[in-house]
């Protein structure tokens, strides 16, 4: 499950903290703080630190996670702290402190905390399976050519379109924003819309028309790249999707939820591949799935991959067994990446090798969703934190909506993305 949608769709559970030591749940400790937890016998006492999935069966998994590890390496005990709620935000704030977890999951990877020491550089945990993982887990965590984070899970979103109400209206699915444009149009009846990017009829949607026009958001030494041309093009072409009034505004959940694909309520929607079990059960086989498709002739069509990466806290008391417990987890053990890849939710192992044995992406529109993702996937910049992402969007819901000059606006987030950038990059 994406960062993002965890900030807003996660509820329930109390912070608490599980000891795991020679293999056995010692202690449990709920508290509102997110470090409680006891000591233990072993000479090593981990704190590891997820954020509360919502799938359930996901805080018992990595449990057992623990203890086998701990079975393993008896000499290293392991806390497992759920931390529900704020998760960004009391990482952060924990990290400041010497109650900092040893390890902990990030949701979108930032630059930052490698550029301040805060995590550890990991390649020496790859080893040999380095070639394993795919390009887009390897480049998304890569800072100055080191590696600061495993990939845990990839998280693909992308269109789902239902196959009768397209096949009904004489639509092809569409392979051109020019197509989407049509379709979103011809589907639109009435009070119904044609396609649901978000509640405020943006979501992801400026990103994917950047991509899709050959364009990026930011280049890999630190410079905003989305005031180019082509990515002003783009986003100006979004303006069409809100002249014709065939974007779903306004729903009782947002994008990340299938609720308005599966009631009927829009024949596509921009969501993710967390939701096919759901969307699979609500239409059976009438559905199915494409990347956001090419603006023009010369772009590419794009899918964006979100996800979790494990990090180890740089500045610990515990860096060497913090390493060897995400070796042993996120890189050794393939039949536990599976496990928690398809067991509690539905998500990508970056792993390719382990991708490939997974039996719910095998076939059908789960494994179309694979193919997209190795093809077409992106990822967001690692400089792209909240207030770059910030002016960004702002610059481009105005452009959508048709307030203002589209190149000033432009250039005016241009500006104010790039001394964001530079306060990151200490330049």
């Not at 405020?200 to 899709?212: E, K, N, Q, R, T």
């Amino acid at each position: 499950m994406s960062a993002r949608r965890s900030e807003l769709s996660r509820r329930g559970f109390l912070t608490g903290s599980l000891l795991v030591a020679a293999g056995t749940v010692l202690t449990t400790a709920c508290s509102t703080d997110p470090t409680g937890g006891s000591s233990s016998g072993a000479g090593t006492t981990l704190n590891v630190w997820y954020h509360a999935y919502g799938e359930a069966g996901t805080q018992q998994a990595v449990l057992r996670y623990a203890t086998a590890f701990t079975k393993a390496n008896p000499d290293i005990a392991v806390k497992v702290t759920w931390v529900p709620g704020d998760y960004a935000g009391k990482l952060n704030a924990t990290l400041l402190t010497d109650a900092a977890p040893d390890v902990f999951e990030i949701g979108d990877f930032s630059e930052s905390l490698a550029r301040r020491g805060q995590i550890a550089a990991l390649d020496d945990v790859y080893g040999a399976a380095r070639s394993d993982f795919n390009a887009t887990a390897l480049d998304s965590v890569t800072v100055d050519g080191k590696l600061h984070g495993v990939k845990m899970i990839d998280d693909v979103m992308m269109l789902y379109y239902r196959k009768s109400a397209l096949a009904k209206a004489g639509i092809t699915p569409p392979t051109s924003y020019d197509g989407l444009v049509a379709a979103a149009k011809a589907l639109s009846t009435g009070k119904s819309k044609g396609l649901f990017v978000g509640n405020d009829g943006i979501g992801d949607s400026p990103i994917l028309a950047v991509w899709s026009n050959g364009g990026d958001l930011v280049t890999p030494d630190g410079k905003v790249a989305f005031g180019s041309p082509r990515a002003l093009e783009a986003l100006t072409g979004l303006k069409r999707l809100h002249d014709d009034k065939s974007l779903l505004l306004g729903f009782t959940t947002d994008w990340w939820d299938p609720a308005a694909f599966t009631q009927g309520v829009v024949p596509m929607q921009w969501c993710g591949l967390w939701a096919m079990p759901a969307v699979s059960t609500a239409l059976g086989d009438d559905f199915g799935v494409l990347p956001w498709p090419a603006y023009r002739a010369g772009g590419t069509s794009a899918v964006r991959v979100g996800g979790w990466t494990s990090c180890v806290n740089a500045k610990g008391r515990n860096v060497a067994a913090a390493k060897k417990f995400v070796q042993w987890l996120w890189v050794q053990q393939s039949d536990l990446q599976k496990d928690f890849a398809e067991g509690y939710g539905f998500h990508v192992p970056p792993r390719t090798s382990v991708a490939a044995t997974a039996r719910k992406l095998s076939a059908g529109p789960a494994k179309e969703t694979t193919a997209l993702a190795a093809k077409y996937g992106k990822h967001n910049p690692g400089t792209w934190d909240t207030a770059v992402s910030s002016a960004f969007s702002a610059a481009a819901a105005k452009i959508a909506g048709g307030q203002g000059d589209p190149a000033a606006l432009l250039a005016d987030a241009v500006k104010k993305a790039q001394s964001e950038i530079d306060k990151q990059l200490g330049r």
